[in-house]
T-cell receptor
Framework: RKEVEQDPGPFNVPEGATVAFNCTYS??????FFWYRQDCRKEPKLLMS???SGNEDGRFTAQLNRASQYISLLIRDSKLSDSATYLC???????????FGSGTRLQVQP | EAEVAQSPRYKITEKSQAVAFWCDPI?????LYWYRQILGQGPELLVQ????????DSQLPKDRFSAERLKGVDSTLKIQPAELGDSAMYLC????????????FGPGTRLLVL
């Protein structure tokens, strides 16, 4: 079983739609959580950290459920420029390196 | 804005040949990471340096891969001999001190082994 699991998609949504991605992690000792965005053939870039209380950054909302060991990302009012792969990332206790999921591909259509 | 530099950006080689990738982290960043990303998957850690010391190379295939960061600044990742399954994107990242702060990724080196 992978440490971090995501639905690969693709999620095809129209502009303006709301879309949500979930991610589950297997290590209950995981302590830090992030969403990264990766455009085709480019490097991953940090989108946002995920906090226990949930957090919002503009059109993006991240939630963490420690009891169920899942993380979510909600994108409201989707833009064409949101088309990318969204990577769920955790850091386990004692490690510093990032553990990535395989990513969920989003395609926003006009 | 400071960036992580990597070279070459693309590399095509034949199997059994040796290849080397170079990374220059953001100035002042003590922690440097090498990740490998196979198409359709997320990046996976190969090796992590704190200054010039290796702190995690548990996932590095040591029979063919080697990495060094001699002066604690830039780093080289080598594969010898390359195999077909090594075709992937090799990403370098750096962070200030290796805590929970943001890791910044370079543009990567895309390797194709024929």
């Amino acid at each position: 079983r992978k440490e971090v699991e995501q639905d690969p998609g693709p999620f095809n949504v129209p502009e303006g739609a709301t879309v949500a991605f979930n991610c589950t992690y297997s290590n209950s000792a995981s302590q830090s959580f992030f969403w990264y965005r990766q455009d085709c053939r480019k490097e991953p870039k940090l989108l946002m950290s995920v906090y226990s209380s949930g957090n919002e950054d503009g059109r993006f909302t991240a939630q963490l459920n420690r009891a169920s060991q899942y993380i979510s990302l909600l994108i409201r009012d989707s833009k064409l420029s949101d088309s990318a792969t969204y990577l769920c990332v955790v850091i386990d206790t004692g490690r510093r390196a990032l553990t990535f999921g395989s990513g969920t591909r989003l395609q926003v259509q006009p | 804005e400071a960036e992580v530099a990597q070279s070459p950006r693309y590399k095509i080689t034949e199997k059994s040949q040796a290849v080397a990738f170079w990374c220059d982290p953001i100035s002042g960043h003590a922690t440097l990471y090498w990740y490998r990303q196979i198409l359709g998957q997320g990046p996976e850690l190969l090796v992590q340096f704190q200054d010039e010391s290796v702190v995690d190379d548990s996932q590095l295939p040591k029979d063919r891969f080697s990495a060094e960061r001699l002066k604690g600044v830039d780093s080289t990742l080598k594969i010898q001999p390359a195999e077909l399954g090594d075709s992937a994107m090799y990403l370098c990242a750096s962070s200030l001190s290796g805590g929970r702060e943001t890791q910044y990724f370079g543009p990567g080196t895309r390797l194709l082994v024929l």
